[in-house]
């Protein structure tokens, strides 16, 4: 509970404009004026800056497209209904005005390349097992605390879910692993809320190739040039389903193919930009432009080594946490005990001495560029909390009017604000299950 209060406590502060331009030093950017008003107009535009993104957090429905959540999700030991040390609960939710966000099946990807039919069959039903734990404790959430949060399936229930006070959750599916060596489950998982489905994660699959290939299991570049074949069977299938193909994670050739496939519009649920932080797992200006052509919308992700990229000390000082804890490569990790992930992260924190971490602003250059090449339509947010997301300043659910902070003084209307926010995600999600009842 006192956690809660803290946050209510900052909350308290920030509601008041008169309390926020009391605290906030009153001074002219550098080289501007010398004395005169200028010194106050800056405060009051400050001060209106706080007032017009309070209105538009408060008007748009604000929707995270990635949310992870621990094994031990909807356990004693974490219930997102009680105060918690993860960066999304439903407090936080509430604090910080997010009205609604994906909660994520994520099952680590085992390394099928070289295994036997019996071999492979094991791995997969391990895979399910997971997916099967994560979509159990999503389900628990909506049913224990039904007076705070509902399921959505739809944008419409989505728009009713806020109407009424209550936080809206959706259903992702990181990677499509655990659907084995087939796409039958496709149909289940969509009646059972699933609203997109990734094609691959960290590691080349049966579906595809990864932007991030484990070198550690001697993965090259290729595996397929792309989609499989069985990786073009499930975009299909998911078309079909209604389920939104989900491109982040995915090789560029996967993902363009994808997105060339594709009968209706694709996403990319939590991916940066190339064009500000070179990194893999970022989306380059071409990519931008076909999923805009596509219809479609790219999420920004607010994981910092994307947003910022780490720089060589930083990337050593990484590796040799990893290998104190022994783990070979990032997705190991959460294969552990959430105190295990929360004991690296809390190690991790240090590489921050070395280099600062990338802040709200850093994040909103991925959206302003975003914005730039693929237009207002086709971008949107998720923050990868509680999976390695968090950067100075959106470091939790409970700071995320931050966000719209940063993007009313970047100038965005509220109109732009609410595409970016919801608007654009809800609309794909509509084509896509609009697509699925005329192909019935
Ligand atoms: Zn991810």
Same mark, same amino acid.
């Given at each position: ?10 909350l ?5 404009v ?30 209106? !800056?706080?007032?017009?993104? *309070?209105?538009?957090? /408060?008007?748009?429905?604000? &929707? ?20 918690? !040390? ?22 680590? /990807? ?24 994560? +979509?159990a404790?999503? !389900? ?23 109407? %009424?006070?209550?936080?809206?959750a959706?259903?992702g599916?990181?990677?499509? +692993? ?9 149909? *289940?998982?969509?009646? $059972? ?29 290729? &595996? ?23 491109? %982040? ?19 990319? %649920? ?7 932080a070179?990194s893999?797992?970022?989306? !380059? ?23 910022k ?7 050593? +000082? ?13 997705t190991?990790?959460?294969? %552990? ?47 990868? +909390? ?39 995600? &809800?609309?794909?999600? /509509?084509?896509? /299950? ?5 192909? $019935?």
């Amino acid at each position: 509970m006192k956690r809660l209060n803290k946050y209510i406590s900052i909350l308290t502060l920030t509601t008041s404009v008169l309390a926020f331009a009391a605290c906030k030093p009153v001074s002219a950017p550098e080289g501007v004026g010398v004395g005169g008003a200028e010194p106050i107009d800056v405060a009051t535009s400050e001060a209106n !800056d706080v007032t017009s993104a *309070k209105a538009a957090h /408060q008007a748009v429905i604000t &929707l995270d497209t990635h949310v992870d959540i621990p094994l031990t999700y909807m356990t004693p030991e974490m219930d997102p209904g009680t105060d918690t !040390d993860a960066q999304v609960d439903l407090a936080k939710m509430e604090v910080g005005g997010l009205d609604a966000a994906f909660f994520i099946v994520y099952t680590p /990807q085992t390394n099928i390349l070289g295994a036997n039919i019996l071999e492979a069959d094991i791995k997969y039903s391990e895979a399910r097992a997971i997916a099967e734990t994560r +979509f159990a404790a999503i !389900d628990k959430l909506t049913k224990t605390y039904p007076d705070r949060i509902e399921l959505a399936k739809t944008a419409d229930d989505v728009r009713r879910i806020h109407k %009424s006070g209550k936080r809206a959750a959706l259903i992702g599916m990181e990677n499509a +692993f655990p659907l084995g060596d087939s796409i039958d489950d496709v149909p *289940k998982w969509a009646e $059972r809320g699933v609203r997109y489905m990734g094609i691959t994660h960290m590691g080349h699959n049966q579906f595809g190739d990864s932007s991030n290939p484990k070198t550690q299991w001697g993965e090259t570049e290729n &595996l397929y040039g792309g989609l499989s074949s069985l990786g073009k069977d499930l975009v299909v299938a998911l078309n079909k389903a209604g389920i939104m193909v989900d491109v %982040s994670h995915a090789a560029k050739s996967t993902m363009m193919q994808a997105t060339a496939l594709s009968s209706v519009p694709v996403i990319a %649920s939590h991916s940066g930009v190339m064009g500000v932080a070179d990194s893999l797992r970022n989306l !380059d200006d071409e990519q931008l432009r076909a999923l805009a052509d596509n219809g479609g919308v790219a999420q920004m992700v607010a994981l910092g080594s994307y947003v910022k990229a780490l720089s060589p000390a930083q990337e050593k +000082f990484k590796a040799d946490v990893r290998a104190q804890m022994g783990f070979e490569a990032d997705t190991q990790i959460f294969k %552990s005990d959430p105190e295990v992930i929360s004991q690296y992260f809390k190690a991790l924190e240090a590489m921050y001495d070395i280099d600062a971490k990338a802040t709200v602003a850093d994040y909103a250059d991925h959206i302003d560029h975003a914005v730039k090449i693929a237009g207002i339509d086709h971008v949107g947010i998720a923050s990868d +909390f509680d999976g390695g997301g968090g950067i100075t300043g959106w470091s939790d659910a409970s700071e995320t009017l931050n966000i719209t902070k940063e993007l009313v003084a970047r100038g965005y209307s509220e109109a732009d604000i609410e595409k970016i926010w919801g608007g654009n995600l &809800l609309r794909v999600l /509509q084509a896509v /299950q609009k697509g699925a009842d005329k192909a $019935r």
